[in-house]
């Protein structure tokens, strides 16, 4: 993919959570580990073989204007069970796709996200998805999202098994 990762949004969500020096050294480094724009989509989805047992909490995206392309999401999963849930993917009917990610700092203290392949819900624990932290992101909006509505967001196990899940927009 080509399309470069709009700026200004990218430094929007990053306001939530990031302090205003690291936002200005994240600009200025074309290196810094944001990786959205690297992102290949998946080409075909996992057949679903049932529900994941995970129970969710507080799950919500984040709200954006119109024009944005991307945002974040979040929630708590738990995990009652006793072998780990390996999430591999998540899609949404609001977004082209969505990307499971996480957010580092780096030895020169700059922070930024990364897609990562995998997130788990440990056996008996949990997992929060938050900005600033894993968390997932919807690419390719579809359409602008207004506090209060809900958006529909799929979560994929690795060995196929589905969640789906309610979100709320939230402002940030
Ligand atoms: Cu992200």
């Known amino acids: 993919m080509s399309r470069p990762t ?4 990218s430094l929007a969500l990053a306001a939530v959570v990031i302090p205003a020096a690291a936002i200005r050294s994240q600009a200025g480094q074309p290196s810094s580990p944001v990786a959205h724009s690297t992102h ?3 080409t075909s989805s996992s057949p679903s073989t049932g529900r994941l047992p995970l129970t969710v909490q507080g799950a919500s995206v984040i709200a954006v204007p119109p024009g ?8 708590t999963l738990r ?3 006793k072998t780990p849930v390996v999430l591999t993917s998540a899609r949404s009917s609001a977004a082209g796709h969505v990307m499971l990610m ?3 700092r ?10 990562v392949k995998s997130l788990t ?3 008996g624990g949990q997992l929060a998805l938050k900005p600033g932290g894993d968390h997932l992101m919807l690419m390719d909006l579809k359409r602008p999202l207004k506090p209060g509505e809900r958006v529909p967001l799929v979560l994929v196990a ?6 789906t899940v309610s979100a709320t927009v939230r402002l940030p």
Request: proline content about 10%; cysteine-free; hydrophobic content about 40%.
């Open 102 to 104: 996480t957010t580092r």
């Open 121 to 123: 819900v440990p056996a």
């Open 79 to 81: 995990n009652p069970g």
């Open 40 to 42: 290949v989509a998946p």
């Open 106 to 115: 780096d030895a020169q203290g700059r922070v930024g996200m990364s897609a």
């Open 158 to 163: 690795r060995d196929g098994r589905t969640l």
């Open 6 to 9: 709009p700026l200004l949004l």
């Open 68 to 75: 944005a392309t991307e945002t974040s999401a979040g929630m």
